[in-house]
């Protein structure tokens, strides 16, 4: 209220000196038409529906291509598949929606442990021309490169283990036999 007031007084003050105010200058934007404009409104479970829909089919566009050889991901994308026969019922919709959001966690969770399973072969790249061939830890370094180039194929859990078992560095005093099944 007291803004009110005070805005009051000014006016009354500014007003009675007669001095002329500066007005603003308004700029209009120009715009385009919009073309798209419609009359009706989509139903929005329709929307929601379309945009889920149009999410798994991006999934298998994307994907499809690289399942080859990882049995994990061909069965992500089989789930996808049968995603995409559900009705447009929001019941079906949420279900498709849940797919999606799972794959995603999937995803980003099998991507992060091949960029790990990769930073391991560069790493290992680099140090094994250092060693001398053939001595201990050339071969166990060797046997870790060709566990961890076969685990990119394998299911994200087997992935995480065999890149824990495949990270250990290598010192003379070090028994490797016990770390692996040959």
């Not at 409104?41 to 379309?50: A, D, G, Q, R, Y």
């Not at 690289?66 to 919709?93: H, R």
């Amino acid at each position: 209220m007291e803004w009110i007031s005070s805005l009051l007084v000014l006016g009354i003050i500014f007003g009675a000196t007669g001095k002329e105010f500066a007005k603003p200058e308004i700029r209009l934007i120009q715009r385009a038409p919009d073309v798209t404009t419609s009359t009706t409104t989509e139903n929005p479970i329709s929307v929601l529906n379309k945009t889920a829909t149009e999410n798994l089919q991006w999934i298998l566009s994307k994907y499809s291509q690289q399942c080859n050889n990882n049995v994990e991901l061909s069965l992500w994308l089989d789930q996808v598949k049968e995603a995409l026969k559900f009705d447009s019922s929001p019941t079906s919709i949420n279900m498709k929606i849940s797919v999606y959001s799972k794959f995603q966690d999937y995803d980003k969770q099998r991507l992060t442990f091949e960029k790990l399973i990769d930073d391991r072969i560069n790493y290992l790249n680099d140090i094994l021309p250092t060693l001398e061939p053939n001595s201990q830890c050339s071969k166990t370094y060797l046997e870790q490169k060709k566990a961890l180039k076969a685990a990119k194929q394998l299911d994200n859990i087997v992935k995480s283990k065999i890149l824990a078992q495949n990270s250990i560095d290598c010192t003379p005093e070090t028994d490797f036999d016990l770390y692996y099944n040959y």
